[in-house]
Protein backbone atom coordinates (compact mmCIF):
# COMPACT_ATOMS: atom_id res chain seq x y z
CA UNK A 1 0.00 0.00 0.00
CA UNK A 2 1.06 3.54 -0.19
CA UNK A 3 3.07 5.22 2.61
CA UNK A 4 1.26 8.43 3.30
CA UNK A 5 2.01 10.70 6.28
CA UNK A 6 -0.55 12.21 8.68
CA UNK A 7 -1.18 15.73 7.22
CA UNK A 8 -1.96 13.86 4.05
CA UNK A 9 -4.70 11.31 5.31
CA UNK A 10 -6.07 14.46 7.08
CA UNK A 11 -6.21 16.37 3.29
CA UNK A 12 -7.81 13.52 1.47
CA UNK A 13 -10.58 13.07 4.77
CA UNK A 14 -11.29 16.91 4.34
CA UNK A 15 -11.57 16.35 0.49
CA UNK A 16 -13.75 13.11 1.00
CA UNK A 17 -15.76 14.64 3.89
CA UNK A 18 -16.51 17.71 1.36
CA UNK A 19 -17.32 15.61 -1.41
CA UNK A 20 -20.18 13.73 0.13
CA UNK A 21 -21.51 16.81 1.72
CA UNK A 22 -22.19 18.05 -2.05
CA UNK A 23 -23.03 15.18 -2.87
CA UNK A 24 -25.42 14.59 -0.40
CA UNK A 25 -26.64 18.35 -0.59
CA UNK A 26 -27.62 18.09 -4.15
CA UNK A 27 -29.60 14.87 -3.69
CA UNK A 28 -31.51 16.74 -1.34
CA UNK A 29 -31.56 19.47 -3.72
CA UNK A 30 -32.94 17.67 -6.81
CA UNK A 31 -35.30 15.90 -4.25
CA UNK A 32 -36.94 18.91 -2.80
CA UNK A 33 -37.41 20.36 -6.62
CA UNK A 34 -39.14 17.47 -7.72
CA UNK A 35 -41.44 17.78 -4.48
CA UNK A 36 -41.84 21.28 -4.69
CA UNK A 37 -42.69 21.06 -8.60
CA UNK A 38 -45.67 18.10 -7.81
CA UNK A 39 -46.90 20.20 -5.06
CA UNK A 40 -47.31 23.03 -7.68
CA UNK A 41 -48.50 20.78 -10.43
CA UNK A 42 -51.56 19.34 -7.62
CA UNK A 43 -52.15 23.24 -6.48
CA UNK A 44 -53.20 23.88 -10.29
CA UNK A 45 -55.21 21.07 -11.04
CA UNK A 46 -57.03 21.55 -7.71
CA UNK A 47 -57.85 25.20 -8.85
CA UNK A 48 -58.68 24.01 -12.40
CA UNK A 49 -61.25 21.44 -11.13
CA UNK A 50 -62.96 23.70 -8.71
CA UNK A 51 -63.23 26.46 -11.41
CA UNK A 52 -64.96 23.53 -13.60
CA UNK A 53 -66.82 22.53 -10.88
CA UNK A 54 -68.12 26.23 -10.02
CA UNK A 55 -68.80 26.83 -13.84
CA UNK A 56 -71.33 24.17 -14.07
CA UNK A 57 -73.85 25.64 -10.85
Given at each position: ??????????????????????????R??????????????????????????????
Amino acid sequence: MIDLDQETWMYLALITIFLAYFIWNSRRAKSNRKNRKNRDFRRRYLERKQEKESEKY
